[in-house]
């Protein structure tokens, strides 16, 4: 089955300083892969995806990620963080395989910028 | 354009009260999701319908939880005999089908349940 790996529930950055958000998959064949963010008492919006064209992919607001199989990795960065990037922010996947598109989410890494 | 709409936004229930949470898909999207998330978690699949058709009801939590889509468009998710577990925000997503690949899923503001 597949799964995904927020490490850190929490992140904590100045205002201006890279951002990096972590995620891991295990999978054998390599899957879709999504970052969501999610704003208080709002829904999931996605970033950017990943669906085995370019492995690095670039989303809005600035956002990109890399997709590494050797790592089994697809974490989430910023150059520079703002104020108005604090969100929760989720990885998600799809097995490549099977026919079914229903993403399994990761637990959520929430982002927050100090000034 | 009209985003994907949920309501109620809140709802307070007593412990064994029915509930009817409703969603209104963007237009034209075919395939309608809902997931539930509890505090501090990811949302976790519930079910998914293409059209009216119900292809994917495996996380449906028991047999309380029931969802439809009679036209194809509006989904109702119910939940029978509320519990205290049942406390959670409710999203639906839609989009369009995926045909060589996921298709991007818009999502609702959800529906916050909080069950006494």
């Known amino acids: 089955a597949q799964s995904v790996t927020q490490l850190g529930s929490h992140v904590s950055v100045s205002e201006g300083a890279l951002v990096l958000l972590r995620c891991n998959y295990s999978?054998?064949?390599?899957?879709?892969l999504f970052w969501y963010v999610q704003y208080p008492n709002q829904g999931l919006q996605l970033l950017l995806k990943?669906?085995?064209?370019?492995?690095l992919v670039k989303g809005i607001n600035g956002f990109e990620a890399e997709f590494k199989k050797s790592e089994t990795s697809f974490h989430l960065t910023k150059p520079s963080a703002h104020m108005s990037d604090a969100a929760e922010y989720f990885c998600?996947?799809?097995?490549?395989?099977?026919?079914?598109?229903?993403?399994?989410f990761g637990r959520g890494t929430s982002l927050i910028v100090h000034p | 354009g009209a985003g994907v709409s949920q309501s109620p936004r809140y709802k307070v229930a007593k412990r064994g009260q029915d509930v009817a949470l409703r969603c209104d898909p963007i237009s034209g999207h075919v395939s309608l999701f809902w997931y539930q998330q509890a505090l501090g978690q990811g949302p976790e699949f519930l079910t998914y319908?293409?059209?009216?058709?119900?292809?994917?009801k495996s996380g449906l939590p028991s047999d309380r939880f029931f969802a439809e889509r009679p036209e194809g468009s509006v989904s109702t998710l119910k939940i029978q005999r509320t519990q205290q577990e049942d406390s959670a925000v409710y999203l639906c997503?839609?989009?369009?089908?995926?045909?060589?690949?996921?298709?991007?899923?818009?999502f609702g503001p959800g529906t916050r349940l909080l069950v006494l």
């Open positions: 319908f293409q059209n009216e058709a119900q292809l994917d």
């Open positions: 999978s054998s064949v390599p899957p879709y």
């Open positions: 997503a839609s989009s369009l089908v995926g045909i060589q690949g996921p298709e991007t899923q818009y």
């Open positions: 998600a996947v799809i097995p490549s395989a099977g026919g079914s598109y229903i993403p399994t």
């Open positions: 990943y669906t085995s064209a370019a492995t």
